[in-house]
């Protein structure tokens, strides 16, 4: 069983690094080889809206923009479950993780009932370290993403500075039920 965290924070020790840490260890508690890719390290370049604004994304559902993109999205495509780990910015999602998804999208919503994600297992989860403000709004453009690419929401997590401690062990038991109900054939 395969789980992919993928986190989008420039902080290597900060609350958006111990969400996708919870996830990991809940996960790998209930057998699933789980690792994290941090998007901030992989170079993944914006969408360049190719052509007209459609480029191979819609014609051969990958993307002719050649970076750390491709890598990513491979693996993305080979686990059995997701893990998207935020910051909140501005009420949204980061910059990073704006950059991967927005090119996921055009990659995975533009295959239809063929996307690569189709009934992929998600768990999202936005980390607003700073006032708490925008976590609704951020989780909400998480969850367009998760329909558009026609992957499943297994479960969508905020976290702030002052919940932190229970979330984190939520974090950990979701990625843990998850990897239970794949490995059953329930998810
Ligand atoms: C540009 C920017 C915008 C932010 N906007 C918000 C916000 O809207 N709400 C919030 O609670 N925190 C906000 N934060 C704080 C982040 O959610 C986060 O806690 C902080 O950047 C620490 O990162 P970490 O999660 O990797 O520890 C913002 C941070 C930055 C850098």
Known sequence: MK????SSSPNTNGLTAACAQAAVEGAR???????????NDSGIGLCKACGNGWGTCQREHRCQTEDGFQAVHQEAIEADALVLVTPVYWGEMSESAKAFTDRLR?????????????EKP???VAAAGGSGNGLVSCLASLERLVQHVGARRFDMVTVNRWNREYKLRAIAESAASLTRSLASGQS
Not at 3 to 6: A, C, G, N, Y
Not at 29 to 39: F, K, L, T, V
Not at 106 to 118: H, P, V, Y
């Open 106 to 118: 055009r990659c995975e919503a533009t295959a239809g009932e063929n996307s690569r994600l189709k």
């Open 122 to 124: 998600v768990i999202a």
């Open 3 to 6: 789980i992919l965290v993928l």
């Open 29 to 39: 508690s209930a057998g699933a080889d789980a690792r994290e890719i941090r998007i």
